[in-house]
């Protein structure tokens, strides 16, 4: 049986190096995890006055968090911080009060930034955020991943062959993660 997976993108950018970064993870993750990205573009920006009536991108998210048993983070780093479009997600999903969809979803966060602390500091704000949304992280290992572009070939290969085993470990780990959370919280 395969474990499925939610992938979000913090990145909004048709040439998003972290699109790039969750390309690379799903071809080097172990088989028995099965990959559906969570789009997050077109959802309008979260407002509480809707939380009686969701528009329906808000409940097409939450629903694709539903049928996911783990969801995985790859985003890049803005302003120290997560990007708004990612933050703006997040509340949708989070909302309304008492149906936070992160409620015990296993989690993990990786992200690539061109710049040498590879998204560390907006990682670690993520991390806050979910744990206020009692998602069920993964707290080791870390990636933070300094983007490369001659470390990636099409197709998710990754030609970088230190590159790719710290990809396939962080992967590894995960699908381990995700196996211990659904032990005991399981999802249906
Ligand atoms: C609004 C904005 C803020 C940014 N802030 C950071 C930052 O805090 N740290 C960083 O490493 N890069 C920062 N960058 C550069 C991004 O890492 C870079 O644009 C990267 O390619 C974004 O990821 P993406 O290609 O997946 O969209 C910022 C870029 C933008 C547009």
Known sequence: MAYQVGYIIGSLSSESINRT????????????LEFTEIPIGDLPLYNRDLDSSFPPEATALKEA??????VLFITPEYN???P???????DWASRPYGENSFDH???GVIGASPGGIGTAVGQQNLRGILSY???RQMTAP?????????????NGEVKDEELR??????MQEFRDHVERVLTVLPRT
């Open 21 to 32: 970064l969750s390309e690379a993870l799903i071809s080097v993750a172990p088989d028995d």
């Open 65 to 70: 968090i539903a049928a996911s048993q783990a």
């Open 80 to 82: 120290r911080s997560i």
């Open 84 to 90: 708004g479009a990612l933050a703006n997600a997040i």
């Open 105 to 107: 979803v296993p989690a």
């Open 133 to 135: 949304c009692n998602a």
């Open 142 to 154: 870390e990636a933070y991943i300094q983007f490369d572009p001659q470390a990636y070939g099409k």
């Open 165 to 170: 085993t710290i990809l396939t470990d962080f």
